[in-house]
């Protein structure tokens, strides 16, 4: 089984930056690609960025040149670095796991972050 762990969420004025993180563990972690979606209220979840395990990376165009995503394979953990943040960027981060051998998908439980003055 897979467990997936997000953290790093907060209260944030506009501009400002969060660095949320999430660790993977379990025993079928296997070749991989990591995901940040999110979800704002009364909306659907939607795709933020996503990175494979040899690095390349792909982002929702409303977070390009903001947003940064990273991972370390030693630790089967996935940052994203979020610089300049709106008010539109409030939403529940989740962390996905696609395990490509399998295309089994694990989730988080999901990290608020909130952009107000």
């Known amino acids: 089984q897979v467990q997936v762990v997000e953290s790093g969420g907060g209260l944030v004025q506009p501009g400002g930056s969060l660095r949320l993180?999430?660790?993977?563990?379990?025993?079928?972690?296997?070749?991989?690609?990591?995901?940040?979606?999110?979800?704002?209220?009364?909306?659907?979840?939607?795709?933020?960025a996503r990175i494979t395990r040899g690095g390349s990376s792909d982002y929702a165009d409303s977070v390009k040149g903001r947003f940064t995503i990273s991972r370390d394979n030693a630790k089967n953990t996935v940052y994203l670095q979020m610089n300049s943040l709106k008010p539109e960027d409030t939403a529940v981060y989740y962390c996905n796991l696609l395990?490509?051998?399998?295309?089994?998908?694990?989730?988080?439980?999901?990290?608020?972050?909130?952009?107000?003055s």
């Open 99 to 116: 395990r490509v051998a399998t295309m089994q998908n694990y989730w988080g439980q999901g990290t608020q972050v909130t952009v107000s």
């Open 21 to 48: 993180s999430c660790a993977a563990s379990g025993s079928n972690v296997g070749l991989n690609i990591m995901n940040w979606y999110r979800q704002a209220p009364g909306k659907q979840r939607e795709f933020v």
